[in-house]
Nanobody, 119 residues
Framework: QVQLVESGGGLVQPGGSLRLSCAAS????????MGWYRRAPGKERELVAV???????KYRDSVKGRFTLSRDNAKNTVYHEMDNLKPEDTAVYYC?????????????WGQGTQVTVSS
């Protein structure tokens, strides 16, 4: 069984920073792409950023220059540094990973962590 466990959400003032972490554990053969999605109140879930197994990253336009993804493959962990946070970044953030178990790739999700940006 594979699990993704997120940590690091919370309340921060506009302009502040938060760092989210997502650690995968269980019967993992390898991990391909990892990323973060978010869902704001009353809105659809949207992709925030992804990082490949080789470290290549992609970000949605609204977070470019403010959010940074990195990963530690030895720890099966992805980190999400969020700087200069804005009220519109308020959402539940979900970790996602494409994980190979034995010889099949599956899509896994974390439980979600709340990020609130407010003064």
């Amino acid at each position: 069984q594979v699990q993704l466990v997120e940590s690091g959400g919370g309340l921060v003032q506009p302009g502040g920073s938060l760092r989210l972490s997502c650690a995968a554990s269980g019967s993992i053969f390898s991990i391909n792409g990892m990323g973060w999605y978010r869902r704001a109140p009353g809105k659809e879930r949207e992709l925030v950023a992804v990082i490949s197994s080789g470290g290549r990253t992609k970000y949605r336009d609204s977070v470019k220059g403010r959010f940074t993804l990195s990963r530690d493959n030895a720890k099966n962990t992805v980190y999400h540094e969020m700087d200069n946070l804005k009220p519109e970044d308020t959402a539940v953030y979900y970790c996602n990973a494409a994980i190979v178990v034995v010889s099949t790739q599956y899509d896994y999700w974390g439980q979600g962590t709340q990020v609130t940006v407010s003064s």
